[in-house]
């Protein structure tokens, strides 16, 4: 069966203090794999888009990285500003390939 | 321009009344997507529409009824719904709705049902 596990489930850093975000996956043929930030109330901010193993990407204190079991966003002395979910998501070749399978999400907490 | 855009931002209604929800996208986006998230759970897809056409409904009860005007709008007709259906709604858009696309979300409605 398709699956997304996330971890940690919580992260709480201090400002400045570098850390790693976990996407782990299990999927019959990834088409792609998706990070996603959400503030309380808000929807989704696309992030990044990784499509094969070894494939990274970069945006500001955050870079994405993927390999055929997992993918880590990797973020850079953090600040309060980059306190949000964290979402992971996958499509996977067989069956309804428009239907990302998601992750629970790491709440990350970045005190000043 | 990476925009999608929801109207109303909150609506409160009773288990009689009839609302809409709408969304629209210009980016050109030929794919258009209402998604249903309860609090700390990820979102939930409930209609998928590919030029116009619904082509995927996730066994969605009657009570939610989509429609897409054209390939910019969609809209999201809710009657007779129960406490339960209150959730923040997202509407997404992306390119045609093939495997490994990035789907674009708006920032969503958040529906309470009294």
């Known amino acids: 069966e398709d699956q997304v596990t996330q971890s940690p489930e919580a992260l709480r850093l201090q400002e400045g203090e570098s850390s790693s975000l976990n996407c782990s996956y299990t999927v019959s043929g990834l088409r792609g794999l998706f990070w996603y930030r959400q503030d309380p109330g808000k929807g989704p901010e696309f992030l990044f888009t990784?499509?094969?193993?070894?494939e990274e990407k970069e945006k500001e204190r955050l870079k994405a990285t993927l390999t055929k079991k997992e993918s880590f966003l990797h973020i850079t002395a953090p600040k309060p500003e980059d306190s949000a979910t964290y979402l992971c998501?996958?499509?996977?070749?067989?069956?309804?390939?428009?239907?990302?399978?998601w992750g629970l999400g790491t709440s990350l907490a970045v005190n000043p | 321009d990476t925009e999608v855009t929801q109207t109303p931002k909150h609506l409160v209604m009773g288990m009689t009344n009839k609302k809409s929800l709408k969304c629209e996208q210009h980016?050109?986006?030929?794919?258009m997507y209402w998604y249903k998230q309860k609090a700390k759970k990820p979102p939930e897809l409930m209609f998928v529409y590919s030029y116009e056409k619904l082509s995927i409904n996730e066994s969605v009860p009657s009570r939610f009824s989509p429609e897409c005007p054209n390939s910019s709008l969609l809209n999201l007709h809710l009657h007779a719904l129960q406490p339960e259906d209150s959730a923040l709604y997202l509407c997404?858009?992306?390119?045609?709705?093939?495997?490994?696309?990035?789907?674009?979300f708006g920032p969503g409605t958040r529906l309470l049902v009294l």
């Open positions: 990784l499509y094969s193993a070894g």
């Open positions: 998501a996958v499509q996977a070749r067989a069956g309804n390939n428009r239907k990302l399978i």
């Open positions: 997404a858009s992306s390119q045609s709705g093939g495997a490994g696309e990035t789907q674009y």
């Open positions: 980016m050109g986006h030929r794919a």
